[in-house]
C-alpha cells in the first residue's frame, strides 16, 4: 500500500528509456524503469518504497521448506 496516504490502489509502470548520448547511428543505452503509482494521492513510488500487506516470495519461500 502507498506510505502516504495508506491506499491500496497502486498502480504497476513501467518505462523504457533510451539514451542516444546525441548520436544519430549510437551505441544506444537502453533500459526501464518501474515504479507504482497511487491513484488516490498520485505519488510515485519505488518498489522499495510500497509497503506490502503481504510477502508474496516469503511465504512462497516458506511453503518450499516443509
Ligand atoms: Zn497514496
Known amino acids: 500500500m502507498c506510505p502516504g496516504c495508506g491506499s491500496d490502489l497502486l498502480v504497476d509502470k513501467t518505462c523504457v528509456w533510451i539514451e542516444t548520448h546525441g548520436l544519430d547511428c549510437g551505441p544506444y ?3 526501464t524503469d518501474e515504479w507504482f503509482e497511487c491513484r488516490n494521492c ?23 521448506e516443509r
Open 29 to 31: 543505452e537502453t533500459g
Open 42 to 64: 498520485g505519488a510515485k513510488l519505488a518498489p522499495s518504497e510500497v509497503v506490502w500487506d503481504e510477502c508474496p516470495e516469503y511465504e512462497e519461500e516458506a511453503i518450499q
